[in-house]
């Protein structure tokens, strides 16, 4: 099993440009969750996700959007990339068991935004 | 106030030493509760859940206070594997599984 992957690892980007950033996971994890990871600010939830189909806003949603139209995939979109936007990403998923409350991370992804 | 709150660090002790991380979270809904390690630019990774009886794993004890809404994590004998950063972590209850983190208490372990 490799888990939770994420694509790409590092990507540099010109303020204004757009990308996607891929989450997959093979552990048939029902939840899923994108955040970022600033120095001295701990994780933020940007959006999550509870199942195929569904997306929900986490605590610092603007300027991204999210799809979830496969159980294994979990899709961040950055529509016009923005400087404050640098940071480290990681995707997280797991069980949906009432028992389950570990979160599998991915290994992140480092956007720097120009 | 941020929901989850840390010790500011970093911790620089010897080899051998017991170290304490403090944390405190402001919402009373929250339900379970983490301590997380994230090595420098890596993935976090659960160290430990933490129950209200208090449990401990090798070197590792974990205890929460309800009432003061207070989690702690004690390691003893540290060793230079333990260099890390520790997030102290929050699940609110009925929430979609969403995880709260702490900023994180950086420990660097020395020989």
């Known amino acids: 099993n490799a888990g939770v992957t994420q694509t790409p690892k590092f990507r540099v980007l010109k303020t204004g440009q757009s990308m996607t950033l891929l989450c997959a996971q093979d552990m048939n994890h029902e939840y899923m969750y994108w955040y970022r990871q600033d120095p001295g600010m701990g994780l933020r939830l940007i959006h999550y996700s509870v199942g195929e189909g569904t997306t929900a806003k986490g605590e610092v949603p603007d300027g991204y959007n999210v799809s979830r139209l496969k159980k294994q995939n979990f899709l961040l979109g950055l529509e016009s990339a923005a400087p404050s936007q640098t940071s480290v990403y990681f995707c997280?998923?797991?069980?949906?068991?009432?028992?389950?409350?570990?979160?599998?991370f991915g290994p992140g992804t480092r956007l720097t935004v120009l | 106030r941020k929901e989850v709150e840390q010790d500011p660090g970093p911790f620089n002790v010897p080899e051998g030493a017991t170290v304490a991380f403090n944390c405190t979270y402001s919402?009373?809904?929250?339900?379970?509760f983490f301590w997380y390690r994230q090595d420098c630019r890596k993935e976090p990774k659960l160290l430990m859940s933490v129950y209200s009886s208090g449990n401990e794993d090798g070197r590792f004890t974990a205890q929460l206070n309800r009432a003061s809404q207070y989690i702690s994590l004690l390691i003893r004998d540290s060793k230079l594997s333990d260099s890390a950063t520790y997030l102290c972590?929050?699940?609110?209850?009925?929430?979609?599984?969403?995880?709260?983190f702490g900023q994180g208490t950086e420990l660097s372990v020395k020989p």
């Open positions: 919402n009373s809904a929250s339900q379970s």
């Open positions: 972590v929050v699940n609110l209850y009925n929430q979609g599984g969403k995880l709260i």
């Open positions: 997280a998923s797991r069980d949906g068991g009432w028992d389950s409350n570990e979160q599998f």
